[in-house]
């Protein structure tokens, strides 16, 4: 009690912080180099050093062992063949690709991370790489006074996460997020560093407990890890975008999801009745309001069993499924991973008998208290358990379910330290290792179970997966959503740069629950948090046990006719942001993106909290606080114009732009273009036509936007079934011209023309359409 209190600070509380002391690597006694790996055996311990492509070099330091390189459950890709040149002299030995160079200093053993201009990423200074005899392994680097770091995944906290310490532990917080609460759900050991214009990336590949220190030393920052290896890749960059595309080479991608799963979707902790479910679908049908999923929280099953539905209150959830379905709407229940402790219950049964839960050393199964009570838990990091789980989802599948949300995948325990005890033993796919180790892939395994198995169910279609908990990688497999926010305004300020770090982590597919999760919502606050999830890349609105309601209806017409405009307004937008996840299934880059990805030279969007870009021409500036009606807008470089007024901006400056509650406001950067349609109630209706908007200028550039589109929900698109435009648009001072040029794939959609509409455009100037011969949709004015 007293800690909550002044006493916590109590002026005997001062301790002399103690120094750690660290043992460094030491010098390079010998060292060898075997295709693009070079060996160094140093005084106290080994390094490799790994050249994974021209601009990614991998180093590893082993205490006690020749470096192991091939265990990363974070890695997919695998080292190019390449050139690597070699200069060595008593001192140093440098390595050199096309992209990058690593300079190794030899007495004491210190690395420098070069770019191909020789301009220094990664330095190394008085400390390098170390240990301590606890099996602590830690990497320090010199922190330039230009430095800013992004990404860490899951963080609260601002944009930029210079002067912090983040800590990667996957952690079920119910306690209100903080600026300073850390860790969260999800571990992404890896940042990104903007120094100058230019951007590398560190991506720190290690299971166990990490710390990135960006604050206790202003010439020094370090990571640190509490066992294993010291495993990080470094990534030359240069742009942030090159960085994005270098990680996800390395972490892998998100797959393209479902269409409807980039469209708005309702949940509550719970609808607790088919009833209610289907009064909440028609609702949203009569009120004209575009929805295409509902989730199912706990409440579905029966006495929390995973894979059951509750028989009284969902007494048939097939028919439930098909009639939503009917309507255009998705079931996505929750499925957690603890199996209720019940020796009637099959699902029990099975764990038990085929032995697949987690067990310690001796061989007790480990048991913590979730929802059902005592519960064991499947141990995800064996193969066998992992197809089994996969399995199981035919539950959900032949019932005509595609999506799924996983939750409490930490694993969260209700205990003292929140989570299973970290001397349990994994299996590790028969290198067994302890919770302690692999706690941090928990999650992660659980996706690729889930996801792996229900593509297999969905002959052909593309399943849906939303977690939690995750790990570097976790892309591969689910959206995520940010866990247990709270209704206040400040957690909509921060979901902001929370979701643009995500993004900048590799994982494109985010968002927080709109409206905030715990405490009851208020009108205004729900409005403007809609105009916000209209543009999050995950749009859900969610609400927990206890407290309001918070259904686009649940205050009025008033607020529901403006929670309506911007629903509806996401999908207008839906071939924009269908296309942009498209680019970020191939690239890595993501849909949702701080300014800085867009403009790395200008300081300015360095720590642009506030503001967000969708793709590379659009800037959403919305309003972040109770009662206010203008705020500040700051424009990088171009001529923006306010897509609801019309009126033009200078970039480079900052505007004072007036928003009423029910605006939202929208910039276009001049001479681009973007694709919308008209809204329909939900994904599965083919809209009739494309609206290209294209906004004038004057500047002399060309500008380029790939527009895809396939059936949106199977995966008949590997196989050329896609429809890919590579539109232009040229403004100069006498015309504007729209070229879509160059058109791709099989795929044949239900429109057959593309509007397109000029804005802005001057007297001088006329519109110069040129239309591709060899497809079938043509270019209308
Ligand atoms: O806190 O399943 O973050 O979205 O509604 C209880 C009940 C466990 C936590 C999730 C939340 C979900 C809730 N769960």
Not at 176 to 200: C, V
Not at 237 to 248: A, D, H, I, M
């Amino acid at each position: 009690m007293l800690e909550d209190t002044s006493f916590a600070l109590h002026p005997g509380n001062e301790q002399q912080s103690k120094a750690v002391i660290y043992r460094d690597i030491g010098s390079v006694k010998t060292y060898r180099s075997e295709d693009n790996t070079y060996y160094f055996h140093c005084e106290n311990g080994y390094i490799a050093i790994q050249f994974f492509t021209n601009s990614i070099v991998r180093v590893v330091m082993n205490r006690t062992n020749k470096p192991e390189l091939n265990d990363s459950y974070a890695v997919v890709a695998t080292p190019e063949k390449m050139d690597i040149a070699e200069e060595t002299s008593d001192e140093q030995i440098i390595l050199k690709t096309e992209r990058l160079e690593a300079v190794i200093q030899k007495k004491p053993f210190r690395l420098t991370v070069n770019d191909k201009d020789s301009n220094v990423l990664l330095e190394e200074g008085e400390r390098g790489m170390a240990y301590r005899e606890n099996g602590e392994v830690i990497a320090f680097k010199k922190m330039n006074d230009n430095d800013h770091f992004y990404g860490f995944g899951e963080k609260s906290g601002h944009l930029d996460k210079r002067g912090g310490k983040y800590e990667m532990w996957n952690t079920d917080v119910y306690a209100p997020h903080n600026p300073e609460t850390d860790p969260l759900y999800e571990s992404i050991p890896y940042f990104m560093t903007l120094r100058d214009g230019r951007a590398h990336g560190v991506f720190f590949d290690n299971t166990f407990r990490t710390t990135f220190d960006m604050k206790s030393d202003r010439e020094m920052y370090s990571y640190k890890a509490e066992g294993g290896q010291l495993d990080y890749y470094v990534m030359a960059g240069p742009e942030p975008k090159s960085v994005l595309e270098q990680y996800t080479h390395l972490t892998g991608r998100m797959p393209l999801p479902p269409k409807w799963s980039l469209g708005y979707q309702q949940s509550r902790y719970s609808y607790q009745s088919e009833t209610e479910v289907r009064e909440v679908a028609e609702n949203f049908i009569n009120k004209n309001i575009p929805i295409d999923a509902i989730h199912l929280d706990i409440h579905y099953m029966n006495g929390f069993r995973v894979f059951t539905f509750d028989k009284e209150k969902f007494p048939n959830p097939e028919q439930l499924i098909s009639d939503l379905r009917e309507m255009g709407i998705r079931v996505v229940p929750i499925v957690d991973p603890g199996v209720k402790k019940d020796a009637e219950y099959a699902v029990y049964q099975e764990g038990i008998n085929q032995d697949l839960f987690c067990k310690y050393m001796e061989g007790d199964v480990y048991f913590g208290e979730v929802w059902p009570g005592v519960s064991a838990f499947p141990d995800f990091t064996d193969e066998k358990v992992r197809k089994w789980w996969g399995d199981k989802h035919e539950f959900y599948t032949e019932i005509g379910i595609e999506g799924i949300w996983n939750d409490m995948n930490e694993p969260a325990v209700f205990n003292e330290t929140k989570t299973m005890d970290v001397s349990v033993m994994h299996r590790n796919d028969g290198r067994p290792a302890v919770h302690r180790e692999l706690h941090n892939i928990y999650g992660l395994l659980m996706g690729q179970a889930t996801y792996d198995s229900m593509k297999e169910q969905l002959n052909g279609k593309r399943p849906f997966l939303l977690t939690r908990a995750g790990f570097s990688g976790i892309q591969r497999y689910a959206a995520v959503w940010t866990g247990d926010n709270r209704s206040f305004w400040e957690h909509l300020q921060m979901s902001l740069p929370m979701v643009m770090n995500l993004g900048l982590s590799g994982i494109p597919f985010a968002g927080p629950d709109v409206g905030g999760f715990a405490h009851d919502t208020n009108a205004e606050l729900l409005v403007r948090w809609t105009q916000v999830g209209a543009f999050t890349p995950y749009f859900r609105n969610h609400s927990a046990l206890g407290f309001r309601y918070q259904e686009p209806w649940q205050f009025g017409e008033k607020y529901e006719k403006i929670i309506r405009k911007f629903i509806q307004m996401r999908y207008k937008w839906m071939p924009q942001l269908y296309s942009l996840f498209y680019h970020a299934s191939v690239s890595g880059i993501p849909v949702m993106r701080p300014l800085l990805m867009e403009f790395p030279e200008d300081m300015k969007t360095y720590n642009l909290n506030d503001q967000f870009m969708i793709g590379d021409n659009v800037i959403i500036a919305p309003v972040l606080s109770p009662s206010v009606t203008d705020r500040a807008v700051y424009l990088p470089k171009g001529e923006w114009v306010d897509m609801e007024t019309g009126a033009g901006y200078q970039g480079e400056q900052t505007h004072l732009i007036h928003a009423e509650l029910d605006q939202l406001p929208i910039f276009v950067k001049r001479g681009t273009a973007i694709m919308q349609t008209e809204w329909t109630s939900n994904t599965d209706k083919s809209p009739k036509d494309l609206n290209l908007h294209v906004y004038a200028g004057e500047n002399n550039e060309s500008y380029q936007f790939t527009f895809y589109d396939d059936d949106g929900e199977t995966f008949a698109f590997e196989n050329g079934l896609f429809l890919r435009i590579a539109i232009e648009v040229k403004s100069t001072a006498d015309a504007v011209t729209v070229n879509t040029a160059e058109h791709s794939g099989d795929y044949l959609p239900a429109y057959d023309k593309i509007k397109v509409h000029v804005h802005g455009l001057d007297d001088s100037q006329e519109v110069i359409l040129n239309n591709s011969d060899n497809t079938a949709i043509s270019l209308v004015k």
